[in-house]
T-cell receptor
Framework: DADVTQTPRNRITKTGKRIMLECSQT?????MYWYRQDPGLGLQLIYY???????NKGEISDGYSVSRQAQAKFSLSLESAIPNQTALYFC?????????????FGDGTRLSIL | KNEVEQSPQNLTAQEGEFITINCSYS?????LHWLQQHPGGGIVSLFM???GKKKHGRLIATINIQEKHSSLHITASHPRDSAVYIC????????????FGKGTKLSVIP
């Protein structure tokens, strides 16, 4: 089983719909992240969380919200989806230790908004 | 914000060739990461380094802090090495946020 699991893997939906992407991990890491990847661009940080009570905005948080339901679960929501949110979304985790810890990524969710 | 530039953007090689992918960044960092993104989309961390050189199998990563430059080398390349290779940096001591390059798409032809 994957250490970082994202569901769904693929989703096609319509403009204006509310969408939730889920991430769960079995690595026991405190830190969790949501990124989006657009063709030709580097990954961009949407939100990150250091524990259940600590949630922070990343560089492109507008139009998104998150929920850290438990140490192992971190969900990303699009309240009212728009076509330019079509992208590949990744969840990642890392243990404490600042910059000297690698991040562990899920397999991604490919989201298309029509 | 740190700027991360990778070159080349695309690279095609014959099986067995020695491959080099370059990464440069604009401001001081605490760590640099090399990641591999498979054709199916999944991302795997290959290396994390803050100085010197690391080796794992046929992969070698080097970093020159003074020149703000890192290279990823693949020896005896194989078609299974075909992937997108991504450089990312942590800026500043204790910084957990990564700034990513746009990636280098490598295709190794049999």
């Amino acid at each position: 089983d994957a250490d970082v699991t994202q569901t769904p893997r693929n989703r096609i939906t319509k403009t204006g719909k509310r969408i939730m992407l889920e991430c769960s991990q079995t690595k026991g890491h405190d830190r969790m992240y949501w990124y989006r990847q657009d063709p030709g661009l580097g990954l961009q940080l949407i939100y990150y969380s250091f524990d259940v009570k600590d949630i922070n905005k990343g560089e492109i948080s507008d139009g998104y919200s998150v929920s850290r339901q438990a140490q192992a679960k971190f969900s990303l929501s699009l309240e009212s989806a728009i076509p330019n949110q079509t992208a590949l979304y990744f969840c990642a985790t890392s243990p404490p230790g600042g910059s000297y810890q690698p991040q562990h990524f899920g397999d991604g969710t490919r989201l298309s908004i029509l | 914000k740190n700027e991360v530039e990778q070159s080349p953007q695309n690279l095609t090689a014959q099986e067995g060739e020695f491959i080099t992918i370059n990464c440069s960044y604009s401001v001081g960092i605490s760590a640099l990461h090399w990641l591999q993104q498979h054709p199916g989309g999944g991302i795997v961390s290959l290396f994390m380094l803050s100085s010197g050189k690391k080796k794992h199998g046929r992969l070698i990563a080097t970093i020159n802090i003074q020149e703000k430059h890192s290279s990823l080398h693949i020896t005896a390349s194989h078609p299974r090495d075909s992937a997108v290779y991504i450089c990312a940096v942590n800026s500043g001591a204790g910084s957990y946020q990564l700034t990513f390059g746009k990636g280098t798409k490598l295709s190794v032809i049999p």
